[in-house]
């Protein structure tokens, strides 16, 4: 489960550096990771996705809680928890992170240094299909691989992100032993592309789903969406569930996230 508190693409200038990411164990650093993910999540108070108890919990038993400092602030966090296999994978169940300053990106290296460390092979984690900036991080940026579809994973979410919406989840599966990408030019797209899902007049329109490769474009705000159009926001969701959820069930690989906008998918 991933989040941040709005649009992620960096503005003009120079790029910041990474903020000081460290691990937290006390009460207080732990009720301000709760603070931070209410403010996040526009949740009520008490309802952040992740306790202090639970935290508290976690860290205690070796698992992995950390948060980014930027200029002293609090800027962003992340829970993880070993999972299975046992002594191969990290889940990474909650991270969010304020835009614009890195935080997200920090933690992730903070945190696959942390698995490394403890011999761990891969860290997984789940986030929502539809949302661009958050596939673009993932697949772009970290190099990692959605493997599976996970429809209505949390059930209803009401907070200002999900809006209600069904809680539709990629499962992220990030190789350890493999370096994330460098930056550069969105790699040219396969010759024999054929759109499977694509955007028209904001609505999603399926095409053809028999080709070995096929593009699965995501929609450019579904959070908005959800705000001023929510029967458009179900569709989007609904017909990312069939097409996208249905390729991974059918085999399908998905192999990056090209230039901001679509899913890339070789059905070989």
């Known amino acids: 489960m991933s989040a941040s508190a709005g649009p992620g693409a960096p503005g003009p200038g120079p790029v910041p550096a990474l903020p000081e990411v460290r691990e937290l164990h006390n009460l207080a650093d732990l009720t301000a990771v709760d603070d931070l993910f209410v403010r996040i999540w526009g949740s009520a108070p ?12 976690l860290t205690h038993a070796g698992n992995y809680v950390a948060a980014a400092y930027t200029d002293g602030r609090m800027t962003g966090a992340s829970v993880a928890f070993f ?35 403890r011999g761990l ?8 299909p539809l949302v661009r900036r958050n596939a673009h991080f993932n697949l772009t940026k970290l190099g990692a691989r959605p493997v599976e579809y996970l429809p209505c994973f949390y059930g209803a979410m009401e907070d200002a992100i999900n809006g209600g919406d069904d809680t ?21 797209l396969p010759a024999d592309a054929v759109t499977a899902l694509s955007v028209r007049d904001g609505r999603p329109v399926v095409g053809r ?31 990312m569930r069939e097409v ?15 230039d901001r906008t679509c899913y890339v998918v070789t059905t070989r």
């Open 46 to 57: 008490g309802g952040s996705p992740m306790g202090v108890e639970q935290m508290r919990a």
């Open 168 to 188: 539709d989840r990629a499962l992220a599966s990030w190789d350890l032993n493999r370096e994330p990408p460098r930056p550069g030019p969105p790699a040219p």
């Open 83 to 117: 999972g299975a296999p046992v002594g191969q994978v990290l889940h990474s169940h909650v991270t969010g992170a304020l835009p614009g300053r890195r935080a997200g990106l920090a933690l992730k290296l903070h945190q696959r240094q942390w698995a490394l460390a």
């Open 121 to 128: 092979s891969r860290i997984t984690w789940t986030y929502d």
């Open 209 to 239: 789903l028999d080709a070995p490769t096929l593009l699965v474009e995501v929609p450019p705000d579904v959070e908005g969406l959800r705000r001023t159009d929510p029967r458009a926001a179900k569709e989007w969701r609904l017909a």
């Open 244 to 258: 996208l959820g249905g390729l991974l069930a059918d085999g399908a690989r998905v192999t990056g996230f090209h």
